[in-house]
């Protein structure tokens, strides 16, 4: 069973910065990548970014330069760091977890009950 346990969220102003954090536990998984996905209300869930655990990123276009996901790898855990937060950032951010479950050796995705992030307009 892998667990992945989002913090950091919060409502900050237009303009203003937060971090969130995601640390992932269990066993007989090896995690190939981490990320982060949103879903705002009435819409689907998209991409925010991922990061390989060789530190390779890959960013949603919206989010380039104001995003940065990093990763310590020997907690297994992921961050995002946000700035220049606008309204249109408000959303539920998911956490993900891909990676290979070591008893069947079977490609599995986990993912994180979700942290909010409200940006007034």
């Given at each position: 069973q892998v667990q992945l346990v989002e913090s950091g969220g919060g409502l900050v102003q237009a303009g203003g910065s937060l971090r969130l954090s995601c640390a992932a536990s269990g066993m007989y998984f090896r995690i190939n990548s981490m990320g982060w996905y949103r879903q705002a209300p009435g819409k689907q869930r998209e991409l925010v970014a991922t990061i390989t655990s060789g530190g390779t990123t890959n960013y949603a276009d919206s989010m380039?330069?104001?995003?940065?996901?990093?990763?310590?790898?020997?907690?297994?855990?992921?961050?995002?760091?946000?700035?220049?937060?606008k309204p249109e950032d408000t959303a539920v951010y998911y956490c993900n977890a891909h990676g290979v479950l070591s008893t069947t050796g079977s490609l599995r995705d986990y993912w994180g009950r979700g942290t909010q992030v409200t940006v007034p307009s």
């Open positions: 380039k330069g104001r995003f940065t996901i990093s990763r310590d790898n020997a907690r297994n855990t992921v961050y995002l760091q946000m700035n220049s937060l």
